[in-house]
Nanobody, 124 residues
């Protein structure tokens, strides 16, 4: 059974930092591109960033470029999201997702597995 479990969310002041983790199980982790999505109240779920199978390629949404960094450790079946210079508009539930791929591509769509999400709240 595939499971993606996010952790590390919380309440942080604007300008602060937070590091999210996503632990995967029940899949061959290195066969999947991994991504982070978020959904703010009253908004559609949006793509934040993705990383290719071996971490060679990344794809960031314009809104987080220069502030967020995605990384992965295939030996630990874990993907991370380092979030710096946080803004109130970053407040959302953050979801980890996995997309099967045979290349080093970083998709923004067709993620087949999803975690339950972790709440990130940035105070002003």
């Amino acid at each position: 059974q595939v499971q993606l479990v996010e952790s590390g969310g919380g309440l942080v002041q604007a300008g602060g930092s937070l590091r999210l983790s996503c632990a995967a199980s029940g899949l061959t982790f290195s066969s999947y591109a991994m991504g982070w999505f978020r959904q703010a109240p009253g908004k559609e779920r949006e793509f934040v960033v993705g990383i290719s199978r071996n971490g060679y390629s990344t794809n960031y949404a314009d809104s987080v470029k220069g502030r967020f960094t995605i990384s992965r450790d295939n030996a630990k079946n874990t993907v991370y999201l380092q979030m710096n210079s946080l803004k109130p508009e970053d407040t959302a539930v953050y979801y980890c997702a996995a997309a099967r791929t045979s290349t080093e591509a970083v998709p923004r769509l067709r993620y087949g597995y999803w975690g339950q999400g972790t709440q990130v709240t940035i105070s002003s």
